[in-house]
């Protein structure tokens, strides 16, 4: 499974951006999908996470509210839209596939993007 992630930038406080990662490989439908996100000197948390197979959400606290997870099955990609953005949000996102029993646990997943660094300032 390839991923490879896009969409990150710099954008002021309570701005949106939408970060797209698409998938390839031919088990990529059995996967779960994540998106998780390091700042600086901390751990690598998660955001969000979906099943192509259930189309059901997850959300990591700090996304409740603000963050939307979304699939696109023509185009094998997932989004994260993500509105209200604060200045404690600045990290680097990555996405990730793995068959994560645990969905918003890190460890379960397999493959990784690349990483695209979200910077809100204030």
């Known amino acids: 499974v390839q991923l490879q992630a896009c969409g990150g930038g710099l954008v002021q406080a309570g701005g949106s951006l939408r970060l797209s990662c698409a998938a390839s490989?031919?088990?990529?439908?059995?996967?779960?999908m994540g998106w998780f996100r390091q700042a600086p000197g901390k751990e690598r948390e998660a955001v969000a996470a979906?099943?192509?197979?259930?189309?059901?959400?997850y959300y990591g606290d700090s996304a409740k509210g603000r963050f939307t997870i979304a699939l696109d099955s023509a185009k094998n990609t997932v989004y994260l839209q993500m509105n209200s953005l604060k200045p404690e949000d600045t990290a680097v996102y990555y996405c990730?596939?793995?068959?994560?029993?645990?969905?918003?646990?890190?460890?379960?997943?397999?493959?990784w993007g690349q990483g695209t660094l979200v910077t809100v300032s204030s």
């Open positions: 990730a596939a793995g068959r994560a029993d645990q969905i918003l646990s890190p460890r379960e997943y397999d493959y």
């Open positions: 490989g031919r088990t990529v439908s059995e996967y779960a």
């Open positions: 979906i099943r192509w197979s259930s189309n059901s959400p």
